[in-house]
């Protein structure tokens, strides 16, 4: 059984998908690992780490991927990418694991199956008690709601929480976060340890007890009882809402918005366009000076004016719509993220070699492409 770790070539991509800890964990479990040269240097990773723990360093990466069975990786290979990003280096039967982002990428997903790779995508992953350990998804948006609120700060121009002084009084900043998912939820709990005043929204009341028990209000629009039994799924994610409770919606926010001195915003169902919850009215009647973050940026935006990793400026306010955020943290975003993958490859060895039980509903949900064909698309 042979892994291989591949350098990501991604523009903005500083995460790498292994690091020494997991490697050593790899060699228990019988694997041999082989890590190209330089894969988590920009991680803080170095060869020499990775050595220490067992790994052999291949300068080639061709070499490494003809030698190895599972290839891990942060980011998805394609026709045009640079070395270890490039499909061509692939042979028949690797198996690839990854954000592949399939709804996004199906050409790539397509190509994979042409080449016969197997290739697992840890968005699929389930979020069920049992893959709770190998969801990348939520470690990744957690670290990306703490780095939105730390950016904003650094961008305001003011400071967060109250202070009186000798010279005077400075009030403590609003901050307003739009979606309490994972994302939001480590966004609320970062801006109240900076001392603001934290107030979130969200369309699934169920979060009102989670948001209030970090210390932020929870903004609510009026729902009767048959809405409220509406706004989510069995899985717990967010149901598109009527055409009447949105605009409820946007009248509150109106008012709301106004006195927010930062925005951050995470609003997103699976597998659509992100909502509009910002107008450009809305940014219109902001104060000069104040930020929205979109963390939704890739998928469309929660404001208007997003535009993906850009920094557009609007009367005074900024609207910043970074799609990189946990590859700014890139040591603790590689870490968790590759704790995560061992134990998604954990599922797949049973005394020192490979087997893969393709009726477990995390294998089969996460596979997208199988021997040949493009699958759960
Ligand atoms: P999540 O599914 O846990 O949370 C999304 C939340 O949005 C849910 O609580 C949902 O109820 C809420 N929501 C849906 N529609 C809404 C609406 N109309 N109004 C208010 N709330 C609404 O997702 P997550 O893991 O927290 O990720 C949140 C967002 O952050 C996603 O768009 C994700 O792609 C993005 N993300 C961005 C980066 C980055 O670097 N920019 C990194 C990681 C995640």
Same mark, same amino acid.
């Given at each position: 059984m042979k892994i291989a770790v591949i350098k990501e070539t991604a523009p903005l991509e500083k995460r790498v998908a292994a690091t020494p800890d997991t490697i050593k964990k790899y060699i228990e479990l019988g694997f041999e690992v082989g890590i190209e040269k330089d894969a988590g240097i920009n991680s803080y990773y170095s060869d020499e780490s990775y050595e220490k723990s067992g790994a052999k360093i291949y300068p080639d990466v061709k070499n490494l991927i003809s030698k190895s069975n599972i290839i891990l990786k !942060?980011?998805? &290979?394609?026709?045009?990418?640079?070395?270890?990003?490039?499909?061509?280096?692939?042979?028949n039967n690797n198996k690839i694991i990854g954000f592949l982002k399939p709804l996004q990428n199906l050409d790539q997903i397509?190509?994979?199956?042409?080449?016969?790779?197997?290739?697992?995508? !840890?968005?699929? &992953?389930p979020r069920i008690s049992r893959a709770q350990s190998m969801d990348a998804l939520s470690s990744q948006s957690n670290l990306a709601g703490y780095k939105s609120v730390i950016n904003a700060v650094d961008e305001f121009s003011k400071a967060i929480p109250m202070m009186m002084t000798a010279a005077g009084t400075i009030a403590p900043a609003k901050i307003l976060i739009l979606g309490a998912g994972v994302a939001g939820l480590q966004a609320i709990a970062t801006a109240k340890r900076l001392g603001a005043i934290v107030s979130a929204f969200d369309v699934r009341t169920a979060v009102k007890e989670q948001v209030e028990s970090l210390g932020a209000k929870f903004v609510e629009v009026n729902m009767d009882k048959k809405e409220q039994s509406k706004n989510e799924t069995e899985g717990g994610y967010a149901k598109e809402m009527s055409e009447e409770y949105k605009l409820r919606q946007k009248t509150l926010l109106e008012d709301y918005i106004k006195n927010q001195d930062i925005i951050i915003t995470t609003a997103l169902i699976p597998g659509k366009k992100a909502p509009e919850l910002i107008s450009t009215k809305m940014v219109e009647s902001m104060k000069t000076g104040s930020i929205i973050m979109d963390l939704a940026s890739e998928a469309g935006g929660n404001c208007s004016l997003t535009k993906a990793n850009e920094t557009i400026v609007k009367n005074g306010v900024k609207i910043m719509g970074p799609t990189d955020l946990p590859s700014q943290i890139p040591q603790d975003a590689s870490n968790l993220y590759a704790k995560n993958l061992l134990n998604f490859i954990k599922l797949m060895v049973k005394d020192k070699k490979l087997n893969?039980?393709?009726e477990d509903e995390i294998i089969k949900n996460s596979c997208v492409s199988f021997q040949g064909k493009v699958i759960n698309i």
């Open positions: !942060v980011n998805n &290979i394609h026709a045009n990418g640079e070395g270890g990003d490039n499909i061509n280096n692939y042979k397509k190509s994979l199956a042409k080449n016969n790779i197997d290739a697992f995508s !840890v968005e699929l &992953i893969i039980d393709w």
